[in-house]
């Protein structure tokens, strides 16, 4: 089965302090992926997406993610963290045989502290 | 502005009781989603549609039922059959035929069962 795995439920940081959550998914064949913020009680909003070209997208509000097809994944990265960076942050695969759906990991909680 | 709009915000439900999501995007997108939120678990598909009067099973459809009568529109009943329907529910819509375009959000509704 198409799975995602997000390898931290929970990631406490400082302020101006880096950040990486990791991302993984269960298969190699031809897939598009997705990184959404959700701040608490709304909806989700696009960070990035990786579709095909380089394996370094640059997303909004200073994202990034890096997709390595060798490891499956596609973890993103912050230099320095905001404290308005506190949210959740989703994973999404669409695999390219499975039509239009997406799959979603669990969620990465990311809390920035002063 | 184009969007997806979902209502309501906040919905109380007493056992036994059916109740409509309602979600209504004017993007012109032909697929609409259903998802389900709950703490720690990511979001989970209900049902899909792409396709005015078509939709499919999600992976969680036991106790919920959509339609399709309209592009515009995609409601979701959360029947009394649902034996846990406290949750945050998620409306998006999507653009068929190009699976390297992201899924587009609605701010949310969120089910207590009181």
């Known amino acids: 089965a198409q799975s995602v795995t997000q390898l931290d439920s929970q990631v406490p940081v400082f302020e101006e302090a880096p950040v990486e959550l990791r991302c993984n998914y269960s298969?190699?064949?031809?897939?598009?992926l997705f990184w959404y913020v959700q701040y608490p009680n709304q909806g989700l909003q696009l960070l990035l997406k990786?579709?095909?070209?380089?394996?370094l997208v640059k997303g909004i509000n200073g994202f990034e993610a890096e997709f390595n097809k060798s490891q499956t994944s596609f973890h993103l990265r912050k230099p320095s963290v905001h404290i308005s960076d506190t949210a959740e942050y989703f994973c999404?695969?669409?695999?390219?045989?499975?039509?239009?759906?997406?799959?979603f990991g669990g969620g990465t909680r990311v809390l920035v502290k002063p | 502005d184009g969007g997806i709009t979902q209502s309501p915000k906040y919905l109380f439900r007493k056992e036994g009781q059916n109740v409509t999501l309602s979600c209504e995007q004017n993007?012109?997108?032909?697929?609409m989603y259903w998802y389900r939120q709950d703490p720690g678990q990511g979001l989970r598909l209900i049902y899909y549609?792409?396709?005015?009067?078509?939709?499919q099973k999600g992976d969680i459809a036991e106790g919920y039922s959509v339609s399709r009568e309209k592009k515009e529109s995609f409601p979701l009943t959360v029947t009394s059959a649902q034996k846990n329907p406290t949750a945050f529910y998620l409306c998006?819509?999507?653009?068929?035929?190009?699976?390297?375009?992201?899924?587009?959000f609605g701010q949310g509704t969120r089910l207590t069962v009181v």
């Open positions: 298969s190699s064949v031809s897939v598009y």
């Open positions: 549609s792409q396709i005015v009067n078509d939709f």
């Open positions: 999404a695969v669409r695999y390219k045989a499975a039509g239009n759906k997406l799959t």
């Open positions: 990786y579709l095909s070209g380089s394996t």
């Open positions: 993007l012109n997108h032909d697929a």
């Open positions: 998006a819509s999507s653009i068929v035929g190009q699976q390297n375009t992201e899924a587009f």
